[in-house]
């Protein structure tokens, strides 16, 4: 089904022309034959060209097979389905038509098919594209059987027995319709009284000549012998992809030829074998509307501006094609193709331009073990990025002239994707991405805990240093509150009329491309909006197809209501929520993951779309001052508590103190021993040492102080990662905690290779496709055909983090290459400074 409809989508017409010149010179015609034996060679075109001046061939060839499963070569006298191109010759018949008195361009159809339900709609009108007449695939899908094939009386009768609305009045505007020429050709058998093949081989391929040009359809009982059927590539294979079920009609298309045809039918349109110049010169006038304005489209030809070069293109199951005819210079231009690849079209435009042809890069990865993002097992397989985009996966062998990796039998899989970062900041002074590329992270998702930049401000900022990975964003409800009440005044409840603005400039963010909106409710410039003020901006979110992901309000004391506050926020402002970085940081709830889990579950399970993602370490790296959740920092009770239930003073070593530099390294514990004072008196003085430091120099632009709180269980970390709804994420930035260069690599090696608490291919699915699902991302995080080629490339036996908290900025061990957009960005643990990396907006 989905190859059908993509068929349906693209039986259009471009309007516009192959540029023409009155020359070609002797380097285009060499350019042009080249680049189509590398594209036939790539297995990017199969088909026939065809150049003429003054009716005398330039160039001509045929490039490939009749059909895919015969070795017959094509020749320049093989059959076409010419697609929309047909409909010149269906209207070269009306045409005849009308000078034999036969009817009137002005009759309305109704006059020769009683049947037609809309009384004003005139062969004119069908003709020129007119008629407001709507598309026959949706009426066929919906009130035909599936297994029928369509046929012209069909058509009508549907027409009658439903008569779908009209776009427009009859002359009102211009809109390609197929309609049209399914009925023209009704009319024409009608008319002509006789078969539109008799009328056809009659009126114009026995005059002219054409051995090659016919009227075929499914209706018939066998497929002439010089048919070239249409077909596709997929994976490496070949796939059949000729006609349809609605193939049983002709007018649209349907009617086959060949470029020696072509070139004859060209030919004869500078002469009156046919018709009169008077008539011709009608058909290829710019249609007049209604309200006197012309459109660029006659009598099924298209005319750029100056009126004198004629077109059409046509494109239909496996086939694509287009006719192009200066009529000052005399030059003819034909290609018909069947493989459904439009890029050797392209070419011939940019060769005929006296521009040198784009050649998409190629590049095929062989000898891997494909884990593919979507959580299936790995198969051995190789796989082809064409420019930017995976362009196909399996047994594939290289083509001549192609870039070929060989993955020397290690896994590939899609390129990681962080779901939450603080690495941006940082890659104006590394565009390479090291501290990402270097662990196969090739997509962030910044903006997280209540802070964002705008959306513009991020894609000045990529447009002026470009990166190497690809950047998404969600908006930030801290920033929101700090724009619309002040940097000085967040400290409370925003007012209604400063929420209804947050929601105004969320919803502009949301147009721009961000992906939601994110909390960080536990930090001191959140803390104090309540859950209604979240809500709103939920709200606003969710109606722009929008997501809520938040660093919730407690990750300790008050981690239930927390929790409570994010479902209530999923279910009524009904938007997929996320939660930051899950973890249980009170000494006394470890062990309590499995009951979270379950109170996600039934959340779930009760219509609530929550999940989460989670960085593989036990402890955290923050501000001394988030173990007094009260705010408290000089109470001895909340000193105490801190000690015994929000860290472990004895695992958690200071990263920086500027008021003392030497107690850097050092835990609390060891800290206390030299003050000889408790762990808790020691944790009071600290901060208070801090902020006296803070007030005596105001421009210290370092942090002040920094700790790594040991406050997470393994177990509970252990059952978060492996939760089904829980993708990877590393929360990290450009050193500080190691989880900035090392949170994949760590999950690969520690957690999946020696603790084994999931597959492989889960834990890429969980870095990967899961990622962009729970992000709205639907372009990246799977290796298959069309998706974008962010890839990396790892050894499974060594991958392995090696950033500690004594040197946090080392190299992870097992990522061999990382592709981002098809670019190579990561290879011999360096960055290759190549810079592909995009913005994601939300689609
Ligand atoms: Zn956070």
């Known amino acids: 089904m989905n190859h059908f409809k993509i068929a349906l989508g693209v039986l259009l017409v471009s309007i516009a022309a192959i540029p023409v010149f009155a020359q070609y010179s002797p380097a285009q015609i060499h350019t042009l034959d080249s680049t189509l034996t590398i594209l036939h060679q790539q297995s990017m075109f199969n088909g026939a060209v065809l150049i003429a001046d003054h009716g005398k061939v330039k160039y001509k060839k045929a490039f490939g097979k009749v059909h895919i499963s015969t070795n017959e070569p094509l020749k320049t006298s093989s059959a076409f389905n010419l697609a929309s191109v047909s409909k010149q010759f269906i209207a070269m018949m009306v045409m005849l038509l009308e000078e034999k008195g036969k009817l009137d361009y002005d009759d309305p159809v109704i006059k020769h098919l009683p049947a037609f339900p809309y009384e004003t709609v005139t062969i004119r009108h069908l003709l020129t594209h007119t008629s407001g007449l709507p ?34 009045e009859p002359g009102e505007r211009w809109g390609y319709c197929n309609t049209g020429y399914v009925l023209l050709a009704s009319v024409i058998e009608k008319a002509a009284k006789m078969p539109i093949e008799t009328f056809f081989q009659q009126q114009i391929t026995g005059p002219l000549g054409l051995k090659d040009t016919y009227i075929y359809t499914l209706g018939m009982k066998q497929s002439p012998a010089n048919r070239v059927f249409g077909f596709r590539r997929e994976n490496g294979l070949e796939i059949p992809n000729d006609l349809i079920r609605f193939d049983g009609v002709v007018g649209d298309g349907n009617i086959y030829s060949s470029v020696d045809d072509l070139l004859k039918w060209d030919q004869s349109l500078y002469t009156e074998k046919l018709v009169s110049a008077k008539t011709l010169k009608e058909a290829f006038t ?42 000052k210079n005399r030059q003819t231009v034909i290609i018909l193709s069947s493989g459904s690849d439009g890029i050797a079209r392209k070419c011939l435009k940019e060769i005929l331009a006296g521009k040198q042809p784009e050649l998409p890069r190629l590049e095929l990865i062989t000898n891997v073990q494909l884990i593919d993002g979507t959580g299936t097992p790995p198969r051995w397989c190789a796989v082809r990025l064409r420019d930017n985009k995976i362009w196909e996966t399996g047994n594939l062998s290289a083509f001549p002239g192609e870039t070929v990796t060989n ?34 992270v090739t997509s962030i998702v910044i903006g997280q805990d209540g802070n964002s930049y705008p959306i513009d401000t991020i894609r000045q900022i990529m447009k002026k240093r470009p990166v190497a990975i690809n950047i998404a964003s969600y908006t930030g409800h801290t920033t929101l509150r700090e724009m619309v009440m002040g940097e000085n005044d967040v400290l409370r409840v925003a007012r209604p009329d400063e929420v209804a603005q947050m929601q105004t400039l969320m919803k502009t963010e949301m147009e721009k491309g961000s992906l939601g909106l994110a909390t960080g409710l536990e930090y001191e410039r959140a803390f104090y909006s309540n859950r209604s003020e979240v809500l709103d901006l939920a709200k606003t979110t969710a109606a722009l197809g929008g997501r809520y992901i938040s660093h919730i309000r407690s990750e300790d004391v008050s981690l239930d209501e927390a929790i409570d506050e994010i479902i209530q926020i999923g279910r009524e402002a009904k938007l997929p929520v996320q939660i930051s970085h899950i973890k249980i940081a009170k ?76 107690y850097s390294g050092k835990s609390i514990v060891e800290v206390a021993a030299l003050r000889k004072e408790t762990p808790a008196q020691t944790l009071m003085y600290l901060i208070a040492a801090a902020a006296e430091f803070d007030r005596k120099n105001p421009d210290f632009s370092d942090n002040t102080e920094g700790i790594m709180g040991k406050s997470m269980g393994e177990p509970d970390l252990e059952c978060f990662l492996a939760w089904p709804h829980t993708n990877i994420c590393s929360d990290g930035s ?36 899961l990622a962009a699902e729970h992000l709205g991302i639907t372009d990246r995080g799977i290796v298959a055909p069309g998706y974008f080629a962010d890839l990396v490339l790892f050894n499974p036996a060594t991958v392995q983090d090696r950033a500690t908290v004594q040197q946090p900025d080392a190299l992870s061990s097992g990522i061999e290459k990382v592709w981002v957009n098809g670019q190579l960005v990561y290879a011999a643990q360096k960055p290759t400074g190549q810079f592909p990396g995009v913005f994601i907006q939300r689609k």
Not at 419 to 431: E, I, M, T, V, W
Request: glycine share 10%.
């Open 734 to 769: 450009w050193g500080g905690h190691p989880r900035g260069y090392g949170a994949f690599t760590r999950v690969l090696g520690r957690y999946v290779r020696e603790r084994k608490i999931m597959s492989l291919e889960t834990a890429v699915y969980k870095m990967t496709g």
């Open 587 to 662: 000494r006394d709830r470890w062990g309590y993951a499995p009951t979270l889990l379950a109170q996600l579950e039934s959340a779930r399970a009760s219509g609530v779309d929550i999940t989460a993602d989670c960085y593989p370490y036990d402890f955290w790296r923050s501000t001394l001052r988030v173990l007094f959740p009260n705010r408290d920092y000089t109470n001895p009770v909340s000193a105490e508590f801190a000690v015994n239930q929000l860290f472990d003073p004895a695992l958690s070593p200071l990263l920086s103190y500027a008021p003392n530099p030497e």
């Open 135 to 168: 598309e026959y695939f949706d009426l066929a899908l919906a009130h035909q059987n599936t297994l029928d094939t369509l046929t012209n009386d069909e058509l009508l009768q549907l027409l009658a027995d439903f008569q779908p609305k009209p776009g427009f």
């Open 286 to 327: 710019p249609v007049r509307l209604n309200n006197g304005t012309t459109f660029p489209y006659g009598f099924a030809w298209s005319m750029d501006s100056s009126g004198q070069v004629l077109s059409h293109t046509g494109s239909w199951v496996g086939f694509l094609n287009e006719i192009t005819r200066d009529t």
């Open 407 to 440: 993955g020397s039998g290690q896994v590939l899989a899609p390129g990681f994707i962080d779901s939450h970062s603080h690495h941006f900041g940082g890659l104006q002074d590394s565009p390479g991405g090291l501290a990402l590329v270097s662990q196969g």
